[in-house]
T-cell receptor, first 115, second 114 residues
Framework: QKEVEQNSGPLSVPEGAIASLNCTYS??????FFWYRQYSGKSPELIMF????GDKEDGRFTAQLNKASQYVSLLIRDSQPSDSATYLC???????????????FGQGTILTVHP | NAGVTQTPKFRILKIGQSMTLQCTQD?????MYWYRQDPGMGLKLIYY???????DKGEVPNGYNVSRSTTEDFPLRLELAAPSQTSVYFC?????????????FGDGTRLSIL
């Protein structure tokens, strides 16, 4: 069983729409959750992190966390063609103590925003 | 401020050759990590280090070795290159004391083994 699962997509949305990206994780003790954006041929760059249940908003991006359901999502409002990229969900697991910041990544969801 | 610097950016190796991927950071981060990313996949942790002289295995350590003699440098060594090691390798670092800090990534090394 994969520890962090994402729908690989591709997810295609029209410009101006809301893109919804989902992620589930298996380790119930996981503490921190990160969304990275990765353009083709580039390194991952952090968009948002969340560690408390509920919503966290930053500009056009909203991260949602539901620890009871082991589910984290990323909403992108007013999607732009420049948002077209692979979005990686990463989880900081609870390794029975300090996890030294190690991250477990999902396989990523490819998002395409078409004009 | 350079952040995390990886060299080389590209490399082609023959089967059985060895090489070292270099990673250095100038942010005084104690925590450093090596990941590999295969096409269409997420990142998988190879090795990590929590400080000079301290390293530990990640999810996919076979075929690799690391060392950490200084806070700044965390090289990754491939001893006998195999086609299965064709991948993009990312080095990352993180501040250990600030909760929920993200990892900072280098630009990656694209390695092909033929």
């Amino acid at each position: 069983q994969k520890e962090v699962e994402q729908n690989s997509g591709p997810l295609s949305v029209p410009e101006g729409a809301i893109a919804s990206l989902n992620c589930t994780y298996s380790d119930r003790g996981s503490q921190s959750f990160f969304w990275y954006r990765q353009y083709s041929g580039k390194s991952p760059e952090l968009i948002m992190f969340i560690y408390s249940n509920g919503d966290k908003e930053d500009g056009r991006f909203t991260a949602q966390l539901n620890k009871a359901s082991q589910y984290v999502s990323l909403l992108i409002r007013d999607s732009q063609p420049s948002d077209s990229a692979t979005y990686l969900c990463a989880v900081n697991p609870n390794a029975g103590g300090t996890s030294y910041g190690k991250l477990t990544f999902g396989q990523g969801t490819i998002l395409t925003v078409h004009p | 401020n350079a952040g995390v610097t990886q060299t080389p950016k590209f490399r082609i190796l023959k089967i059985g050759q060895s090489m070292t991927l270099q990673c250095t950071q100038d942010m005084n981060h104690n925590y450093m990590y090596w990941y590999r990313q295969d096409p269409g996949m997420g990142l998988k942790l190879i090795y990590y280090s929590v400080g000079a002289g301290i390293t530990d295995k990640g999810e996919v350590p076979n075929g690799y070795n690391v060392s950490r003699s200084t806070t700044e440098d965390f090289p990754l060594r491939l001893e006998l290159a195999a086609p299965s090691q064709t991948s993009v390798y990312f080095c990352a670092s993180r501040h250990p004391m600030v909760p929920n800090q993200p990892q900072h990534f280098g630009d990656g090394t694209r390695l092909s083994i033929l």
